[in-house]
T-cell receptor, first 117, second 109 residues
Framework: GAVVSQHPSRVICKSGTSVKIECRSLDFQATTMFWYRQFPKQSLMLMAT?????????EQGVEKDKFLINHASLTLSTLTVTSAHPEDSSFYIC?????????????FGQGTRLTVV | KQEVTQIPAALSVPEGENLVLNCSFTDSAIYNLQWFRQDPGKGLTSLLL?????REQTSGRLNASLDKSSGRSTLYIAASQPGDSATYLCATGGYKLSFGAGTTVTVRA
């Protein structure tokens, strides 16, 4: 299957700092990538849709100024958590589909465990 | 808004027993349904994708069925092994997925 690589896998940062998470599609191009957040023992919640060359689309309740998304190329999307606070501590996962939409299989990165202290 | 439910939340079985994991969804107008495996602290591994026009998919010891009219999908894992211990998630949507909370499976040796 297609490979999506996410880095870093784990990061600890101080309150008030910013953290950047990268999501790369290694063997396919993705005009659209997706960012999810997962709290312990809970399901994944879609945060935003990252669109190559245009602005990201955020789900209701997600602060776009806190979670900055950049999709500068067909193989890379980045999520920056700005001015991080302890409540931002969570597991962040990205996904991409080899086609932009439709009946296609979603492939996920390894996830990033963010801890804000 | 699509709501996806997985029951049970946790399951413990002895090695060799067959596993049956259930997934239900409220909106039957789905593009596809996908089953994933998640190990602790890790990302998601895609197991099976059932297109909206299909009724089941099989891969090795895994078989997943889809009944859109009743809003249900079932994942069967035959002859379970300790290595099958993980959380299994179902999701539906097309490219924007709605996930269930998962079923955490423990297979006892």
């Amino acid at each position: 299957g297609a490979v999506v690589s996410q880095h870093p896998s784990r990061v600890i940062c101080k309150s008030g700092t910013s953290v950047k998470i990268e999501c790369r599609s290694l063997d396919f191009q993705a005009t659209t990538m997706f960012w999810y957040r997962q709290f312990p023992k809970q399901s994944l919640m879609l945060m935003a849709t990252s669109n190559e060359g245009s602005k990201a689309t955020y789900e209701q309740g997600v602060e776009k100024d806190k979670f900055l998304i950049n999709h500068a190329s067909l193989t890379l999307s980045t999520l920056t958590v700005t001015s991080a606070h302890p409540e931002d501590s969570s597991f962040y996962i990205c996904s991409a589909n080899p086609l932009s939409e439709g009946d296609t299989e979603a492939f996920f990165g390894q996830g990033t465990r963010l801890t804000v202290v | 808004k699509q709501e996806v439910t997985q029951i049970p939340a946790a399951l413990s079985v002895p090695e060799g027993e067959n596993l049956v994991l259930n997934c239900s969804f409220t909106d039957s107008a789905i593009y596809n349904l996908q089953w994933f495996r998640q190990d602790p602290g890790k990302g998601l591994t895609s197991l099976l994708l059932i297109q909206s026009s299909q009724r089941e998919q099989t891969s090795g010891r895994l078989n997943a069925s889809l009944d859109k009219s009743s809003g249900r999908s079932t994942l069967y894992i035959a002859a379970s092994q300790p290595g099958d211990s993980a959380t299994y998630l179902c999701a539906t949507g097309g490219y924007k997925l709605s996930f269930g909370a998962g079923t955490t499976v423990t297979v006892r040796a």
